[in-house]
């Protein structure tokens, strides 16, 4: 008899097993639609309420828990054809997602297939999203912000200036990366063509350093320059410029470089008034 005993109260555990586990899953659901700002509806195959209940409801219109269960969700949302329609695909095994708007707060909700008994229903999780949406739009702000003024300050760090008529003038500060000097030279391309300028200076005086990559695409610049019919101009290299420029054994045969930024707009004047174009710059060649 004791071992008859002792093999019914294991079997009586192991029956009970799955009850404490369900048990325990009905208290953690409680925890959760109780603390969380959560609603959570069952519908079953007919779009029936069968389950209603959640914090979230009492921000969501004054609904109380369970006051839906037994009505039609097809009736209910008939003015809300969207929410309607994805619990119906729900139901047919098809889960969605959606964000919406109502009273004034952002709603996220997960319409998810279930299957009950061997048929077929629907689960809708929803929570406010509100807060979460508003850190979200938030952070997308402050970037915006910060990529305004990393443009600002690019600007303020390459400003394309027009000192004489047709005449451009790009002052480079620091060091210049390829990344730099990449988005330096559509820029100064773009003035040049909308000015119809003549002439274009870059002004490296204030340039500490320069990488390799950008050594050659100075280069590349003043020939770009070129075939849009302008001439490009170097002032201001300093000695280490310089040496990186010649070490990678670059061709400056063809770039017209002079000691100063003074230097290149005299340089400059004196050739506008040697083909004719002072008088229409409104300029005195400087001797």
């Not at 069968?50 to 109380?64: A, C, P, Q, Y």
């Not at 999203?129 to 990529?147: P, V, W, Y």
């Not at 451009?168 to 330096?184: F, H, Q």
């Not at 820029?187 to 063509?193: D, E, G, P, R, S």
Request: glycine share 10%; proline share 3%; net charge negative.
């Amino acid at each position: 008899m004791k071992g008859d005993e002792a093999s019914a109260a294991a079997g009586a555990e192991i029956q009970n097993e799955p009850e404490a586990e369900l048990g325990e899953a009905e208290l953690l659901l409680r925890a959760v639609l109780d603390n969380l700002p959560v609603s959570v509806c069952r519908y079953d195959r007919e779009g029936i309420f069968r389950f209603h209940d959640g914090k979230g409801l009492e921000v969501s219109g004054g609904v109380r828990p369970g006051e839906l269960l037994g009505k039609s969700v097809y009736e209910l949302y008939a003015g809300s054809p969207g929410a309607a329609e994805a619990i119906r695909q729900a139901i047919e095994g098809k889960g969605s997602h959606a964000v919406t708007e109502a009273h004034g707060l952002t709603w996220e909700t997960w319409f998810v297939p279930v299957r009950l008994g061997g048929e077929p229903g629907a689960v809708s999780i929803t929570m406010d999203a509100t807060a979460a949406r508003q850190r979200e739009q938030d952070l997308r702000n402050k970037l915006e912000l910060i990529e305004k003024q990393q443009r600002v300050i690019s600007d303020l760090s390459t400003p394309i200036i027009e000192v004489w008529d047709k005449v451009l003038t790009l002052p480079m500060v620091g060091v210049v990366d390829s990344l730099r000097i990449a988005e330096v030279m559509d820029n100064l391309l773009t003035a040049i063509v909308d000015k119809d300028a003549r002439y274009a200076i870059l002004d490296l005086t204030g340039v500490d350093a320069v990488d390799t990559r950008t050594a050659g695409y100075i280069i590349e610049m003043i020939q770009a320059i070129r075939l849009l019919g302008a001439e490009g101009i170097v002032t201001g290299i300093r000695s280490n410029v310089a040496q990186t420029m010649i070490a990678l054994g670059l061709d400056l045969s063809g770039v017209t470089t002079v000691g100063n930024l003074r230097a290149g707009l005299k340089l400059c004047m004196r050739r506008m008034a040697a083909a004719g174009e002072a008088g229409d710059a409104g300029c005195v060649p400087v001797k």
